[in-house]
């Protein structure tokens, strides 16, 4: 089963990265760089954000669901998915704390001023984000409103495994 990746072209808001996300699943069918095929499965991966979350989150979860689009969602930033590689996180964090925290421990190439990531550096700690990750979701009383959480292991277990079979 081939995997396409595309990196949308809206980021940041999560209405506008949703509503970018349903326009690119229309369009698959009708499009040569689609070789005019739907796609099984659309994704956007999306940051609750801390201390201030996005104000059309709510409306952007609602609209995903509304449309067939899965979200993977971390709370407060992505970076707690990378952390979560390297270390137990079970506090709250703010966004800038969580990509504080990622650039201290100078393991995978992150800093806050530059959005990099060495993906070798995380090869290792695969397993134990995604046990980490699962364990964040069975403590929490309010999903993805608690902080830290996320579901990114989910998108990331059908990647994995679409590269496993696929190969």
């Keep these: 089963m081939p995997v396409q990746i595309?990196?949308?072209g809206e980021h940041g808001e999560p209405k506008s990265v949703v509503r970018a996300a349903i326009e690119h699943k229309k369009r698959a069918a009708h499009s040569p760089q689609d070789r005019w095929t739907e796609?099984?499965?659309v994704w956007c991966v999306i940051d609750v954000e801390a201390p201030t979350p996005h104000s059309s989150l709510s409306d952007a979860?609602?609209?995903?669901?509304?449309?067939?689009i899965e979200v993977a969602?971390?709370?407060?930033c992505f970076e707690l998915w990378i952390l979560l590689h390297f270390t137990e996180v079970s506090g709250y964090q703010t966004s800038d704390a969580a990509q504080r925290a990622l650039e201290r421990l100078g393991s995978c190439g992150c800093s806050t001023s530059?959005?990099?990531l060495n993906y070798e550096s995380l090869?290792?700690?695969h397993v134990c984000a995604e046990e980490r990750a699962r364990a964040l979701?069975?403590?929490?009383?309010?999903?993805?409103?608690d902080n830290p959480w996320t579901d990114v292991d989910r998108l990331v277990r059908l990647l994995r495994k679409a590269r496993h079979?696929?190969?």
């Design 137 to 145: 979701r069975e403590r929490s009383s309010n999903g993805q409103a």
């Design 61 to 68: 979860l609602r609209l995903a669901e509304r449309h067939g």
């Design 114 to 116: 530059r959005k990099h």
């Design 165 to 167: 079979t696929s190969t």
């Design 123 to 125: 090869r290792a700690g």
């Design 39 to 41: 796609y099984d499965q």
């Design 73 to 76: 969602l971390t709370n407060p």
């Design 6 to 8: 595309c990196m949308g």
